[in-house]
C-alpha cells in the first residue's frame, strides 16, 4: 500500500487516480500512524515551497517522513513535492527544505547565456534523457513528459540523477538516492512514460517489501 | 528542448460537449471523456474545456467532468469559464484540473489573478483575453464577456499586468481571426508573446496545418489551440503534427 502525504497542497486526486489505474492500493492521509504502515510514501505538492514547508513542520510531517525515509521506506516526492526532498529552496527568500538529498532549488534564469529571454514556468512536453539506471526507468524508453515549474534543483550529486530534461541548460528531471525518488514533472499527467515511471515506483516499494 | 504544444478545445454545456463534434468513430459525441480520450489518443498535448454553462446546476456539473477525465487520462487540462472565486478555482484544482482560466473575471477584478496564483501557484492560473484590432486606437482592444464589450484597455498591456499579477499562462484569441480560418493573429499573438515572459497559448483562426508552422515560427507562439477543424476532423493533430515537423518546428 502506498500512502499519499495530504499536507494541504498537491493535486492529490490526479495522482491517487493514477495508482487506481494501475492497480495499486493507497491511502490519503495527514495521520502518522496511518502513513506510517503504507510500504512507501509519495510526497506531492503544487504551490509555493515555503508555505509546504511551514505546513510539514506545522504538523510534524516533516520529521516523519525523514524519519521513515531513514529508516529505509521508500519516498517519492513529486514536482514541488521533489524539491521539498532537497536541503533548501531559493522561492521567496532562502528555506531548509526535507535535506534528504543534496541540492537546492533555485529559480530560471529567463535569459540565456547569449542575453536572449525564455519563457518561465517551464511548461509543457519536454524529453527525458536517461543519465544511469534506476529502477524508476528500468524497461522504459527516454520518451516527453509534463512539466510545470519555474525552479529546477542544481547542485544535486552527480550518482542522484536519474534523468534529466534540457531547458535552456540540463534540468534534474527524476532523481533518487537510495530509497528516496523524485520527479520535478507530472507522472500522473505524462501519458504512457509517466504511468510507466509511476508503475515502476510502486513496484519498487512492492520488491522493497519483499526483501525485508 | 520543449516541444510546441496543441491544444483542442471543447465547450461544455451542463456537463456535455456541444458544438458539432464529428468524430465519426465515437459512440456518444457529447461525452467529455470519451472525446478527451480520442483527442489524446490523437496526440494532443494538453486539452482546455471551457464551460458554457447558463445555470448554477450546469457549473456544478463541470466539477464532475473535470473528475472523470481526471480519473481516466493521464493529460493535463486546464478549465475556463464563469470561474468567479478562489472557491470556484480550489473545487476545480481539486477535482483533477491542472490549471484554470480566468477572463471576465480577472478584468473585472485584477486582484482575483492574484489571489489564485497566491493561492495554487502562478502554474495554475492561466489569463484568458479576447482582442481585437482597433483602427482609433492603433492597437488591440481587450472584451469581456465572449467578446460582447469593449474595454477601455489595451490587450498587450493588460497581458503584462497580468502576469505581473501572477498569471503563469496566457490564452490569447484573436476575434478577428476567430471562425475565419485564415490562420492565427501572427502580429497579435507575437506582440504579446513577447511581451510578456510566460507562455502564450494562440487561439482563433485555425485552418490548416501551415496556419499551426506559422504561430510557432512568425507569431513566437507556445502553444496553439484550435476547435473546429479538429472537432470536423478537417485536419488531425497527427496530421498538424507530421506538418511541424516537417518544417522544424519541435513537437511530441
Same mark, same amino acid.
Given at each position: 500500500m502506498i500512502g499519499i502525504v495530504d499536507y494541504g497542497m498537491g493535486n492529490?486526486?490526479?495522482?491517487?487516480?493514477?495508482?487506481?489505474?494501475?492497480?495499486?492500493?493507497?491511502?490519503?492521509?495527514?495521520?502518522?500512524?496511518?502513513?506510517?504502515?503504507?510500504?512507501?510514501?509519495?510526497?506531492?505538492?503544487?504551490?509555493?515551497?515555503?508555505?509546504?514547508?511551514?505546513?510539514?513542520n506545522e504538523t510534524g510531517l516533516s520529521s516523519f517522513i525523514v524519519d521513515q525515509a531513514q529508516k529505509g521506506k521508500p519516498v517519492l516526492g513529486i514536482c514541488l513535492g521533489m524539491q521539498l526532498l532537497f536541503e533548501e529552496s531559493e522561492e521567496n527568500g532562502l528555506h531548509t527544505g526535507l535535506g534528504l538529498l543534496k541540492g537546492r532549488a533555485v529559480h530560471f534564469d529567463g535569459v540565456d547565456k547569449s542575453g536572449t529571454s525564455y519563457k518561465v514556468p517551464h511548461m509543457g512536453w519536454n524529453r527525458l534523457v536517461f543519465h544511469h539506471e534506476s529502477p524508476l526507468t528500468a524497461g522504459l524508453e527516454e520518451e516527453h513528459v509534463y512539466f510545470v515549474h519555474s525552479y529546477y534543483v542544481t547542485g544535486e550529486t552527480k550518482e542522484s540523477l536519474i534523468a534529466s530534461a534540457d531547458y535552456f541548460g540540463e534540468v534534474p528531471a527524476v532523481v533518487g538516492k537510495d530509497n528516496v525518488f523524485g520527479m520535478q514533472f507530472h507522472p500522473e499527467k505524462s501519458g504512457d512514460l509517466g504511468m510507466g515511471l509511476l508503475g515502476n515506483y510502486t513496484r519498487y516499494v512492492k520488491n522493497m517489501e519483499v526483501l525485508k | 528542448m520543449l516541444t510546441k504544444r496543441i491544444i483542442p478545445c471543447l465547450d461544455v454545456k451542463e456537463g456535455r460537449v456541444v458544438k458539432g463534434i464529428q468524430f465519426?468513430? !465515437?459512440?456518444?459525441?457529447?461525452?467529455?471523456?470519451? !472525446?478527451?480520450?480520442?483527442?489524446?489518443?490523437?496526440?494532443?498535448?494538453e486539452l482546455v474545456f471551457l464551460d458554457i454553462s447558463a445555470?448554477?446546476?450546469?457549473?456544478?456539473?463541470?466539477v464532475d467532468v473535470v473528475q472523470d477525465v481526471?480519473?481516466?487520462?493521464?493529460?493535463?487540462?486546464?478549465?475556463? =469559464?464563469?470561474?468567479?472565486?478562489?472557491?470556484?478555482?480550489?473545487? !476545480?484544482l481539486r477535482a483533477g484540473a491542472d490549471k484554470v482560466s480566468l477572463n471576465t473575471s480577472a478584468l473585472l477584478d485584477p486582484h482575483l489573478i492574484k489571489a489564485g496564483a497566491d493561492y495554487f501557484g502562478s502554474q495554475c492560473i492561466v489569463v484568458a483575453i479576447d482582442a481585437k484590432w482597433d483602427e482609433t486606437i492603433g492597437t488591440w482592444r481587450v472584451y469581456t464577456h465572449g467578446g460582447r464589450n469593449p474595454l477601455d484597455k489595451e490587450a498587450v498591456a493588460w497581458a503584462k499586468e497580468a502576469v505581473d499579477l501572477g498569471a503563469g499562462e496566457i490564452? !490569447?484569441?484573436?476575434?478577428?481571426?476567430?471562425?475565419?480560418?485564415? =490562420?492565427?493573429?501572427?502580429?497579435?499573438?507575437?506582440?504579446?508573446?513577447?511581451?510578456?515572459?510566460?507562455?502564450?497559448?494562440?487561439?482563433? =483562426?485555425?485552418?490548416?496545418?501551415?496556419d499551426f508552422t506559422e504561430i510557432f515560427t512568425e507569431g513566437k507562439a507556445d502553444a496553439a489551440l484550435a476547435a473546429s477543424i479538429f472537432h470536423y476532423e478537417e485536419t488531425s493533430i497527427a496530421e498538424v503534427k507530421a506538418h511541424l515537423k516537417e518544417e522544424g518546428v519541435n513537437v511530441r
Open positions: 492529490l486526486f490526479s495522482v491517487s487516480k493514477a495508482l487506481e489505474r494501475l492497480g495499486v492500493p493507497y491511502i490519503i492521509s495527514d495521520n502518522k500512524e496511518q502513513l506510517a504502515h503504507a510500504e512507501g510514501l509519495i510526497l506531492p505538492g503544487v504551490g509555493a515551497f515555503r508555505d509546504a514547508m511551514k505546513l510539514l | 465519426l468513430e !465515437l459512440r456518444d459525441a457529447g461525452d467529455p471523456v470519451e !472525446l478527451a480520450r480520442a483527442y489524446d489518443e490523437q496526440g494532443a498535448d445555470s448554477h446546476e450546469g457549473r456544478e456539473t463541470m481526471a480519473s481516466e487520462l493521464a493529460i493535463p487540462f486546464t478549465v475556463g =469559464g464563469g470561474i468567479k472565486t478562489i472557491e470556484d478555482m480550489k473545487r !476545480l490564452l !490569447l484569441t484573436s476575434m478577428d481571426s476567430d471562425g475565419e480560418k485564415h =490562420g492565427f493573429n501572427v502580429d497579435l499573438t507575437k506582440a504579446v508573446s513577447e511581451a510578456v515572459t510566460v507562455p502564450v497559448i494562440a487561439s482563433g =483562426g485555425a485552418g490548416c496545418s501551415e
